[in-house]
């Protein structure tokens, strides 16, 4: 439940502004502040240094006076690796903005291509660099500079991901939401949410996946926002895996089937540029087949992953190694019926040698984890020549 921060209001009057006088300096709306006041929405992490200062206290007790238990924003700062420091431009303008979009689709598409580890640094320099200008951001250009942000943290938060860093993961959802939220885009909000389920998808944690997912599913489902049905779909995929894994395999089906349902409804003009992996057969094909091994369905999930890796473009690696393990673990998953003779294990060690090589080769220290996860599971035919190569493989 949201509390008024009264200690807040209180050190704002201290230093002599009006909500209207504050909100003119801070470059947002009063109604900001106000939400600020009210304890219904956070600060912006690069805002809370400029706050300090002109209510004239330090970052510990402005932290105190926002949110008391919870960890400094000092953590969150450092959490960010450094990165080159430039000056930041005295005027932002749309030109610069655009500039700074192409930068990070840039990123987007290096990380499908070559891998987390090629673009990880750059993209997290860049979030340096955008919280840095902040400042300099005129109110008629403010909401497009919040998404921007937004967009290049929600980059950095799946590369995160990649490199296994769930904590830095989490830090970079939390700039992304708060950006999403000052750029009115609720989009970009129910997709955070979905990333942000994944972080406790990958832990084992399907019931606190499925509650932000039905919380994402809340805005995408209000026509008031006239949400694309790729988000749609996206989200409805993850909450198919995120009931698998909490067990309601009965709902983790129906939500994969409609995900496939507003899949074939997605007109590709109109998918976001954040997902623009999700713009072909191949995609839903990929994320069905791995719903389907969350869900048991060894078979089904083989016949989903072997079409997706057929039609999946060989430069998008990281897909690619991913959708491998998938194929790999649906191999090794006994028939529904508990008899072994479904079990490939020679197949299942091709696949996850080729996903190994991948990994290696883009520095996926996930995909590289998920591989030596099966491992234990092909000791057992080892006398076989592809398995003896993927033990010889993997040190």
Request: glycine content about 6%; some cysteine; proline content about 5%.
């Amino acid at each position: 439940m949201a509390v008024r921060r009264t200690g807040f209001v209180r050190a704002r009057k201290a230093a002599g502004f009006t909500q209207e006088s504050f909100a003119e300096v801070m470059h947002v709306d009063r109604s900001t502040v106000a939400r600020w006041e009210q304890g219904t929405r956070e600060p912006l992490p690069y805002q809370r240094p400029k706050l300090a200062r002109l209510l004239k206290i330090t970052m510990n007790e402005l932290d105190e006076l926002l949110h008391p238990e919870v960890e400094s924003v000092a953590a969150t700062q450092q959490a960010i690796p450094p990165a080159v420091v430039l000056p930041a431009p005295r005027v932002v303008h749309a030109e610069l903005l655009t500039q700074y979009e192409a930068l990070t689709s840039a990123y987007r598409q290096i990380d499908y291509q070559a891998g987390s580890a090629s673009v990880y640094e750059q993209t997290v320099s860049q979030l340096n660099r955008l919280m840095g200008m902040a400042d300099n951001v005129p109110s008629s250009h403010y909401q497009r500079f919040a998404l921007v942000l937004g967009d290049t943290a929600q980059l950095a938060a799946w590369l995160a991901i990649d490199h296994q860093d769930y904590g830095a993961a989490r830090r970079y959802t939390s700039l992304a939401l708060s950006s999403a939220q000052e750029g009115e885009d609720a989009q970009l909000h129910a997709y955070v949410l979905g990333i942000m389920s994944y972080i406790h998808l990958h832990a084992g944690r399907g019931p606190d996946a499925v509650r932000l997912l039905l919380a994402a599913l809340h805005l995408v489902e209000n026509p008031r926002f006239g949400i694309s049905q790729a988000v749609h779909s996206w989200l409805s995929e993850a909450i198919g895996e995120a009931y698998a894994l909490a067990g309601d395999h009965r709902a983790g089906a129906a939500a994969l089937a409609k995900a496939e349902r507003l899949f074939d409804g997605v007109d590709q003009a109109d998918v976001p540029a954040w997902l623009g992996f999700y713009n072909g057969a191949e995609h839903i094909m990929r994320l069905k087949g791995r719903c389907l091994v969350r869900l048991d369905d060894g078979a089904a999930a083989v016949t989903a992953l072997e079409e997706a890796v057929q039609a999946l473009p060989v430069h998008y690696v990281r897909e690619r190694s991913g959708t491998l393990i998938d194929l790999a673990i649906a191999r090794l998953m006994p028939s529904r019926t508990g008899q072994t003779s479904a079990v490939e294990p020679e197949a299942a060690a091709t696949a996850a040698l080729e996903a190994w090589e991948l990994a290696v080769q883009t520095g996926s220290g996930r995909n590289q984890r998920r591989v030596r996860e099966l491992l234990p599971q092909l000791q057992p035919y080892r006398q076989l020549g592809a398995v003896r190569t993927l033990l010889e493989a993997t040190p």
